[in-house]
């Protein structure tokens, strides 16, 4: 693959690592992260997320892993080998790879296997050379970590590469005559490092248009219980292809105040991913109750008068509601998105008519507002309302 001279700028969620020192405590480990926004206008935004949710359901069909947009992601402060590299934290792919910024050079803990890596995701791709190095997230090392050195990458800018944090099945097909390749979490268990296989996740949103609050949190090998209150209730890692690739989940309901838009249907969590994006017949019923209409100009969904009810999404017999004031736009952020004083912008939107292809995914302002755990031990995922 050709380099695309075509580089993103970051955007509204990438989270790098503040100077707060890691915190290690009962058997885990964390580590502080702030939000930087970028350039991107809402327009590129939602272009940029629909080419990823068009991604997702490319990797069922082609074994290609097909998935990341560093415009709306997590980035960590992650040390290989003796280099320190500023990589994407991503739910949604499960390679670690280096060297789209800051070029990778091998060091006296680097073994080349000579195997070649290729990953294509939504928003770019890259492919070059495996090789074998001790990675360190939060004070945690793996000493023996499969590493895509990226002799060629294209459409990331700003980010040296990622850390994946999803199921290793995204690993398929990715490095020459391997089945999979253990993530990252898969070695720091197998290694003894960590007990129990869990990422635990927290932010919180960005009061006003500032942008560069530590607001985050990870956390490797448990949860942090200061960062939720209340129940932290666990649900199964969906069963149902595609869905079961990623971290996949069944909802029982989608609903805006007291109008049910879908029931019994598969979604992917991801924060990766900035938005929430479900059914194109959830997405029409929620246009219909609250009067609003998709705007050309951005792809948002565009109200003239303020929606008033709550928009709620339920898994097994808990709710997870989100008001008014959680799934619109801030005005304080119009100016951030290019975005019309004149209307109201809600963060739902369309993720399309075909479940084979994904098309419900829990983005990061569902997650703002609520603690979530990825438990590969137990194949579950949690939730609870962020402390």
């Known amino acids: 693959m050709v380099r695309i001279s075509a580089p993103v700028a970051l955007l509204a969620s990438a989270l790098l690592v503040s100077g707060t020192p890691v915190d290690r405590r009962a058997g885990i480990a964390t580590v502080p992260v702030s939000r930087k926004v970028g350039k991107l206008t809402a327009a590129e935004l939602v ?45 949604g792919s499960s390679n670690t790879w280096v060297g789209a910024g800051t070029p990778y050079v091998p060091s006296g803990t680097s073994t080349d296997t000579g195997d070649t890596v290729s990953v294509t995701y939504g928003s770019g791709s890259f492919s070059g050379e495996e090789y074998i190095d001790t990675v360190t997230l939060a004070g945690l090392t793996v000493t023996h970590q499969s590493i895509g050195d990226a002799h060629r990458s294209s459409g990331f800018s700003g980010v040296d590469g990622i850390i994946g944090f999803g199921p290793v099945d995204l690993t398929v097909g990715t490095v020459q005559g391997q089945t999979t390749v253990p993530t990252f979490l898969d070695n720091l268990l197998s290694q003894g490092t960590i007990a129990t296989e869990v990422l635990g996740v927290y932010f919180h949103p960005e009061s006003g248009s500032d942008t560069h609050d530590t607001n985050g949190e990870l956390t490797l090998g448990g949860v942090d219980t200061t960062k939720y209150t209340g129940t932290l209730s666990y649900f199964p890692k969906s069963t149902t292809s595609p869905y079961s690739l990623y971290w996949g989940v069944t909802v029982a309901s989608v ?133």
């Not at 609903?255 to 959830?282: F, M, N, R």
């Not at 799934?327 to 008519?353: D, E």
């Open 255 to 387: 609903t805006y105040s007291t109008t049910t838009l879908a029931t019994s249907v598969q979604a992917i969590v991801d924060t990766g991913t900035t938005l929430i994006y479900i059914p194109t017949s959830a997405y029409n019923a929620f246009l219909s109750a609250t009067g609003g209409t998709t705007d050309h100009t951005t792809g948002l969904a565009r109200f003239t008068t303020q929606p008033t009810g709550t928009f709620t999404i339920k898994l097994g017999s808990v709710s997870y509601p989100l008001t008014p004031a959680q799934y619109l736009i801030p005005s304080a952020q119009y100016s951030v998105f290019g975005l019309n004083s004149r209307y109201f912008y809600a963060w739902i939107n369309n993720g399309g008519s075909v479940a084979a292809n994904i098309n419900f995914i829990i983005g990061q302002k569902f997650l703002e507002n609520y603690y979530s755990v990825y438990d590969t031990t137990n194949s579950q995922l949690g939730f609870a309302t962020r402390a």
């Open 47 to 91: 272009a940029k997320e629909k080419a990823r949710i068009a991604s997702f359901g490319i990797f069922a069909t082609t074994g290609s892993q097909a998935i990341t947009n560093e415009d709306g992601s997590y980035v960590a402060l992650t040390v290989v080998g003796d280099q320190s590299f500023s990589l994407i934290v991503d739910t």
